[in-house]
């Protein structure tokens, strides 16, 4: 690609504080532009997605804005591909961008 910018994204593994300075979501690689957006200050509690199908479950709390970091974990009492538990816990008050971090089954064992 001709021209083009190559950008390097990182993930913010938690939201700042409200009144805090915002928090950066993107630069470009060669360091010249710095992109960032404010910080909210906005609160959800998070939804159950316990026993969730993965693709399901991540995409419930994708859509609330919430980044998701999967970890596979052997289960004998969850199905493989769906969530064995999440981190904060179901029922937990999470501010905007805080990740959540899901445990998934995966077979063998």
Same mark, same amino acid.
């Given at each position: *690609?001709?021209?083009?910018?190559?950008?390097?994204?990182?993930?913010?593994?938690?939201?700042?504080?409200?009144?805090?300075?915002?928090?950066?979501?993107?630069?470009?690689?060669?360091?010249?532009?710095?992109?960032?957006?404010?910080?909210?200050?906005?609160?959800?509690?998070?939804?159950?997605?316990?026993?969730?199908?993965?693709?399901?479950?991540?995409?419930?709390?994708?859509?609330?804005?919430?980044?998701?970091?999967?970890?596979?974990?052997?289960?004998?009492?969850?199905?493989?591909?769906?969530?064995?538990? *999440?981190?904060?816990?179901?029922?937990?008050?999470?501010?905007?961008?805080?990740?959540?971090?899901?445990?998934?089954?995966?077979?063998?064992?």
């Amino acid at each position: *690609m001709t021209g083009a910018t190559k950008v390097q994204r990182s993930t913010v593994a938690a939201c700042c504080a409200p009144g805090e300075a915002p928090a950066v979501l993107a630069s470009v690689a060669d360091g010249a532009t710095t992109s960032s957006v404010p910080c909210s200050s906005s609160s959800t509690v998070l939804p159950d997605v316990v026993g969730v199908f993965t693709p399901t479950g991540v995409a419930r709390l994708s859509a609330l804005g919430f980044p998701v970091y999967t970890v596979p974990v052997h289960s004998d009492t969850v199905a493989p591909g769906h969530i064995v538990s *999440m981190t904060p816990e179901a029922g937990s008050v999470a501010y905007a961008r805080e990740t959540v971090t899901v445990d998934i089954s995966v077979s063998g064992g």
